[in-house]
C-alpha cells in the first residue's frame, strides 16, 4: 500500500517524541483509503480533548497496540507533526 502523501506510518520513534515534548492525548481520525485498507491519522494534542471525539491518552494501551500494526489497517502521522521536519 501506498501512503499518502506527506504521511508517515506511526512508529516506537514517534510516541517517544510525542511523549518527550509534552503530548497528552493522542487523536484518531479515519483518512480516506483504497479498499480493503483502512487508515487513520493520529494527531498529537498535549491540551485536553473534546468529548465524544476517538482520542486517547498518550500512555494507554489503546495508543501502544497501534504499533503492532495491522495488515489491512494503517496508522499515520502527517509530517507537519514531526519535529524533526519542522527543523529542516
Known amino acids: 500500500m501506498q501512503l499518502k502523501k506527506g504521511y508517515v ?5 514517534i510516541l517517544q ?3 518527550d515534548s509534552g503530548v497528552s492525548y ?3 481520525v479515519e483518512v480516506e483509503m483504497v479498499a ?5 491519522e493520529l ?3 498535549s491540551e485536553i480533548p473534546e468529548e465524544g471525539e476517538m482520542i486517547h491518552n498518550i500512555h494507554s ?3 501502544s497496540e497501534l504499533l503492532e500494526g495491522m495488515e ?5 502521522v502527517h509530517e507537519v507533526y514531526l519535529e524533526e521536519e519542522e527543523e529542516v
Open 17 to 19: 517524541d510525542w511523549i
Open 36 to 40: 480493503p485498507y483502512s487508515a487513520f
Open 26 to 28: 493522542i487523536k484518531l
Open 72 to 76: 489491512l489497517v494503517k496508522f499515520l
Open 43 to 45: 494527531i498529537p494534542n
Open 61 to 63: 494501551e489503546d495508543i
Open 9 to 13: 506510518e506511526f512508529s516506537a520513534e
